[in-house]
């Protein structure tokens, strides 16, 4: 076959201003000639064409057709109900709440952080005397707590006493 007429014909075909019949020739060589080297890449193309003009529709193809036409087959309408719209509607909230968390940056310093350094103790015996309140402080919670839970027990086995036999 003329290789030059098939390299004119492909580029017509790949611009678009081929004729059926300049495409059945395409078709044909690519699917039962021997196909050069430098167009064998081409040629699943044509061969997948080849094939597919080939295959015929069912017999049945044009009753189906002709009954939707003539609206025999009624299309079904599907209705969502308030369920799946709302469970529609939660997946977006949901979609749209963790795309916000997602792409929301950290706060940083600039934004509010407190700075901490200007409370904190420079001398060392001011800091041995807090150090001291805050001991004398836990100590006397400490106390309290004891002497509550004491007055407690003793206030438990005065009822106890009842409820023995």
Do not use: C
Request: net charge negative.
């Amino acid at each position: 076959m003329d290789y030059q007429l098939i390299e004119k014909l492909l580029d017509q075909y790949f611009e678009g201003t081929t004729s059926l019949e300049e495409e059945k020739q395409l078709k044909h060589f690519f699917t039962y000639e021997e196909v050069p080297e430098h167009l064998q890449t081409l040629q699943p193309l044509f061969v997948h064409l080849q094939q597919s003009s080939e295959e015929a529709l069912g017999a049945d193809f044009d009753q189906s057709v002709l009954e939707l036409l003539e609206g025999k087959q009624e299309a079904k309408i599907r209705r969502l109900s308030i369920k799946t719209w709302m469970s529609r509607a939660a997946a977006i909230v949901l979609i749209a709440v963790a795309g916000w968390w997602y792409f929301t940056p950290p706060p940083t310093q600039e934004t509010g952080g407190i700075d901490w350094s200007k409370y904190e103790v420079q001398d060392p015996e001011e800091a041995f005397k807090l150090t001291q309140m805050a001991l004398l402080k836990a100590s006397t919670e400490l106390n309290q707590g004891a002497n509550t839970a004491a007055r407690e027990v003793s206030n438990l086995r005065e009822i106890g006493q009842f409820f023995k036999k």
